[in-house]
């Protein structure tokens, strides 16, 4: 259970990885907070080799975050380790690093070349293990183009794998048919599950890397009805698609959801933490959970995870009742 496969690449990732989009510290995009606070740079390379030491290997980041600063921060933690770990990034969108500002997307075949020779130079890297695409909607009609760029990408080395972070099974389909595509990046947690996503994984022998694993910090027990995050993160100043917080609060329609099946996720010594991660390893042989890490703490946690392995079919099937989905 500590070892899955990214899909039909061969790589090997523990199976549960390390979400470093927190780590890139602030940044703003359609003039919102896009990133989850101050960060202490430190703490944040500490907890990434902290992570390596338990078992977790696979490392997922993207250039955006921070505008470049979280590939920056994470070529520095696993410097002289490159070799011991699987390093995923994402391209598509355009930002200013000076002012820490997202200002478009570009999906030309001369920009993802940029991009990708850009993130290996913070990287400290000579490959990318898994390279994706950050456009969640990008038009059908450019995947081709955007395939045959990749597939290049592949022929010089310089990448080895890539996918899609998306939420749309169509469009992951379309992506599957590359060569060298062995990945979907999509939202999964056992308050937002994602049977379709799921499916198109599983047919079409892809890796489910899953983002939201710990439904943007609920699952981590440490919010409640009174909570409220502060407006220089991403959930304070809640964007349109952040359904989860509204205006800076829980809401509490997944509160109650997570209320619910508490006790089954806590069963057997596990925190609820651990317990979600646990619902998603059960939940199909082709998922790896990306639950984001900045601190020391939580790389224990989530790494303690791998150790309680995956929740028993009986309690998933008894969380699938309690909230009611179809069997």
């Known amino acids: 259970m500590t070892v899955r496969q990214l899909g039909r690449s061969g790589i090997q990732v523990s199976a549960i990885g390390f979400g470093a989009w927190a780590i890139g510290g602030p940044f703003t995009s359609g003039g919102k907070p896009a990133g989850w606070g101050e960060v202490d740079d430190d703490e944040s390379i500490a907890a990434v080799r902290r992570a390596l030491e338990l078992g ?6 993207a ?17 002289g380790r490159r070799d011991e770990v699987v390093i995923a990034t994402k391209f598509g969108n355009v930002f200013d690093a000076g002012t820490r500002t997202v200002t478009g997307r570009d999906l030309s075949p001369g920009y993802v070349r940029r991009a990708c020779q850009a993130s290996l130079e913070r990287l400290g890297t000579d490959r990318i293990d898994l390279y994706q695409l950050h456009i969640g909607d990008a ?6 183009d955007l395939v045959a760029t990749l597939e290049g990408l592949v022929d010089d080395g310089l990448i080895r794998a890539y996918g899609w972070s998306t939420d749309d099974p169509e469009r992951a389909a379309a992506f599957a048919k590359g060569p060298h595509c062995a990945a979907v990046q999509h939202e999964l947690s056992v308050l937002r599950d994602a049977p379709a996503m799921v499916a198109v994984c599983e047919t079409h022998e892809l890796a489910s890397v899953n983002r939201g694993p ?3 910090g609920l ?8 909570s409220r995050l502060p407006m220089n993160d991403v959930r ?4 349109a698609w952040m359904t989860l917080f509204r205006d800076g609060r829980p809401a509490p329609e997944f509160l109650a959801m997570m209320e619910a099946v508490r006790d089954i996720l806590t069963s057997g010594g596990r925190t609820l933490a651990q317990g979600a991660l646990g619902w998603l390893l059960g939940r199909s042989e082709r998922t790896v959970p990306i639950p984001g890490i900045r601190t020391v703490g939580q790389a224990e946690e989530n790494a303690g995870a791998l150790r309680h ?3 028993s079919a009986a309690e998933l099937a008894q969380i699938g009742e309690l909230l009611q989905r179809p069997a």
Do not use: C, N
């Open 139 to 144: 038009p059908l009609e450019q995947v081709d």
């Open 56 to 61: 977790i290997t696979f490392f997922d980041t």
């Open 214 to 216: 710990l439904a943007m």
């Open 63 to 79: 250039d955006v975050y921070g505008t470049g600063h979280s590939e920056r921060v994470l070529g520095r933690a696993l410097a």
């Open 309 to 311: 392995g995956a929740l």
């Open 219 to 226: 699952l981590s027990g440490k919010y409640g009805p009174e």
């Open 236 to 239: 304070g100043d809640s964007p």
